[in-house]
């Protein structure tokens, strides 16, 4: 949500949400989509009631353009980085995204199905023996969005079939 200021510029509440906690400024821009593109892993709260009472806060204000060192600095490098690669963005704006993720040499492996905002929507993790476990969104306390521009998850996609015939062999975890 955002407010407006001085000309062409609005005010929006911007989140890097690291899962722990979060950081949080009002960012001054062209439109939302330019901070998202500007900066990684970050989002804009369009959520009124929770603008309203982030007017409270004290935050920091930071406009998008303004020069380094700035609280933005390290986000915008970060994307600087990644706009050029490959992937760069492809699973952006989409209603779903399913990834999987493998951990460690085992062969454990995550199956995650993402929400337009990157956040996990479903997931099963297969573990090193072949056994599933399904879990949802109430099964987490913490749900941080996956940078859906980061290019580095564009070799994660998998096909939706795939992690829904995943998700049907799963068990979930007080079956196991």
Request: proline share 5%; glycine share 12%; hydrophobic share 35%.
């Amino acid at each position: 949500m955002s407010q407006q200021g001085e000309v062409g510029k609005t005010r929006y509440l911007v989140l890097h949400d690291y899962g722990m906690g979060g950081l949080w400024w009002w960012v001054w821009a062209g439109s939302a989509e330019e901070i998202v593109s500007a900066c990684a892993e970050v989002e804009v709260i369009a959520d009124t009631d929770a603008v309203r009472r982030a007017e409270t806060w004290g935050l920091e204000e930071v406009r998008l353009e303004d020069p380094d060192p700035n609280p933005l600095s390290g986000l915008r490098a970060q994307r600087d980085a990644q706009r050029g690669q490959r992937g760069f963005g492809v699973l952006a704006g989409r209603d779903r995204v399913c990834l999987r993720w493998t951990e460690g040499d085992e062969g454990e492996a995550f199956l995650m199905e993402l929400g337009p905002d990157g956040r996990r929507l479903r997931q099963v993790e297969i573990g090193a023996d072949g056994g599933s476990v399904k879990t949802g969104i109430e099964d987490w306390p913490f749900n941080p969005p996956f940078d859906l521009h980061d290019p580095q998850y564009a070799s994660m996609e998998i096909g939706p079939g795939a992690f829904e015939e995943a998700w049907q062999r799963a068990r979930r975890e007080s079956e196991t």
